[in-house]
């Protein structure tokens, strides 16, 4: 169950980060955002896309690897999935007007993704 579910978080973070890789402005267009700039595209690309990929290396190394750090490693993809929430959650009490998608949809994915890989850390 373990490996499953780290593995599986971590196939959402490797797509979501090969995806700001290739595709910066596409990315960003849900939010709102515009990235009309060499610069905007690169930092899209730099926390999107390379931590994404960054985090993915981190949970299939949880889920495959050996070690002592693979539950240290765990635990802080965990804790920040549920910080990137509560980043949302804080949002809302100081902002209005979002809609579910992509903020709320996303802060669904964001407990769950916490929810599970702490749970089998």
């Known amino acids: ?13 490797a797509g979501m980060g090969l995806y700001a890789l290739a595709a910066p402005a596409a990315l960003a267009r849900p939010f709102g955002l515009s990235v009309p700039t060499a ?4 930092e899209i690309r730099a926390v999107y896309g390379g931590f ?11 889920a495959f690897g050996a070690g002592e750090l ?20 804080v949002s809302r009490l100081v902002e209005s007007g979002m809609r579910f998608y992509p903020i709320w949809f996303y ?3 964001e407990v769950m993704g916490a ?3 702490l749970g089998v850390a």
Do not use: E, P
Request: hydrophobic letters at 65%; proline letters at 0%.
């Open 1 to 13: 169950m373990r490996t499953a579910v780290l593995a599986l978080v971590g196939v959402l973070f």
């Open 39 to 42: 610069v905007s595209r690169s």
């Open 115 to 117: 929810a599970l890989v």
């Open 107 to 109: 802060c669904l994915v």
């Open 70 to 89: 693979r539950t240290g490693a765990a635990l802080t993809v965990g804790f920040a999935l549920a910080g990137m929430a509560g980043g949302r959650i």
């Open 52 to 62: 994404g990929v960054a985090v993915a290396s981190v949970l299939f190394w949880s």
